[in-house]
């Protein structure tokens, strides 16, 4: 299994809504990213999980949080987000560690396209 | 400019035509990688060259790196309009401090549209 799975596939929110995006891998990996992207640019790292532990925090704003609850699972919970917010929140996994992990090679899910209102 | 320009920006081709996208980096690297990704999907892992390579290949794929000039280029030879998608160049760092995950630093990426 190869796959990153990240759930909602869209997600319209209010700015004084709190919602959660959730992403899911079974790759044995042990390392999770959080990416925004915006229409016609490059993913921009938003966090770094290594082996549940927070290690990259990109000075995102305090209205993205991030959780790891397992080696499996990392969520995004949203709250009082901006309307320049709204973009493709993509979820990335990696082996984390060995020889593979060396390699940073990076398996994204299809993402969450967020409109904030 | 920003680590991982690319170059063009927007290219159009016709089925059966090679296309060429090229990659400009700033710092050291371990390695350098392509991704593919198809509009407002995820990326998708193409290739990896190391730092110590100089050409790969995969398939109709083509990779070159000259770490002198801090370049990379990406080559579909035959290229089909299955391949019309936003391609990214993407940088892992040399990493002294010996983990073994980290940042990909992303080019600006090529909308390659491969007409039938």
């Known amino acids: 299994d190869t796959e990153v799975t990240q759930t909602p596939k869209h997600l319209v929110m209010g700015m004084t809504n709190k919602k959660s995006l959730k992403c899911e891998q079974h790759m044995g990996h042990r390392a999770m990213y959080w990416y925004k992207q915006k229409a016609k640019k490059p993913p921009e790292l938003m966090f770094v999980?290594?082996?549940?532990?927070?290690?990259i925090n990109e000075s995102v704003p305090s209205r993205f949080s991030p959780e790891c609850p397992n080696s499996s699972l990392l969520n995004l919970h949203l709250h009082a987000l901006q309307p320049e917010d709204s973009a493709l929140y993509l979820c990335?996994?990696?082996?984390?560690?060995?020889?593979?992990?060396?390699?940073?090679?990076?398996?994204f899910g299809a993402g969450t396209r967020l409109s904030v209102l | 400019s920003q680590q991982g320009e690319e170059d063009p920006q927007a290219l159009s081709i016709q089925e059966g035509e090679n296309a060429t996208m090229n990659c400009s980096y700033k710092t050291s690297i371990n390695n350098l990688q392509w991704y593919r990704q198809n509009s407002g999907r995820g990326l998708v892992h193409l290739i990896l060259i190391r730092s110590n390579e100089r050409e790969k290949h995969s398939g109709r794929l083509r990779v070159t790196l000259d770490t002198s000039k801090k370049s990379s280029s990406l080559l579909i030879t035959a290229s089909r309009a299955a391949d019309t998608a936003s391609y990214f160049c993407?940088?892992?760092?040399?990493?002294?401090?010996?983990?073994?995950?980290?940042?990909?630093?992303f080019g600006q990426g090529t909308i390659l549209t491969v007409h039938p």
């Open positions: 993407a940088t892992a760092g040399s990493n002294a401090g010996g983990t073994s995950y980290g940042k990909l630093t």
């Open positions: 990335a996994s990696s082996h984390g560690s060995g020889r593979a992990g060396a390699k940073n090679i990076q398996y």
């Open positions: 999980y290594s082996y549940e532990k927070l290690s």
